[in-house]
């Protein structure tokens, strides 16, 4: 009796694993997108309200981690666009945390993403983190091998 349960338990799983390996019931994931627009826009923000911790690079400042490079991609690299976002929307600035606004938070996230070597396409970026779970952020520069 418990051999068949069992087997027909590993069956199930089989069978589960194989309609994610074809699609069926699997969610794509992506690179993120946004627009040149948005990273602009994210330059000012960052510099408004990120740089005094996070450094004028990104990756200089005093009294926060870096926000790209190798030890940023080690963190956030292979991870949802959206736990960033909502990281950062939770909890930034540290003065007025989640105050800048999703629309502002998007904008903030495109320009991070730039300064880690993901190309502006044509899509925005979106301001709802629901739909940033798809969206895989970058583990290895772009054009890295592996």
């Known amino acids: 009796m418990r051999s068949s349960i069992f087997l027909s338990l590993c069956g199930g799983v089989a069978l589960f694993a194989l309609h ?14 946004y627009t040149a627009a948005q990273a602009a826009a994210g330059k ?27 030890e940023f991609r080690q963190r956030w690299g292979g991870r949802p666009a959206e736990a960033l976002f909502t990281y950062t929307s939770t909890r930034m600035p540290p003065a007025m945390p989640g105050g800048l606004g999703d629309e502002r938070y998007a904008q903030l996230l495109a320009f991070v993403l730039e300064q880690n070597g993901v190309a502006a396409g044509t899509r925005a970026l979106p301001s709802d983190a629901a739909a940033l ?5 970058p583990a290895a520069p772009p054009g890295a091998g592996g």
Do not use: I, K, W
Request: include cysteine.
């Open 20 to 33: 994610l390996s074809q699609g069926v019931g699997a969610q794509a994931l992506a690179s993120p997108t």
């Open 44 to 70: 000012d923000v960052y510099t408004q309200h990120c740089a005094s911790c996070h450094g004028a690079n990104l990756d200089d400042g005093e009294f926060a981690p870096p926000l790209r490079g190798v």
């Open 133 to 137: 779970t798809p969206m895989v952020l």
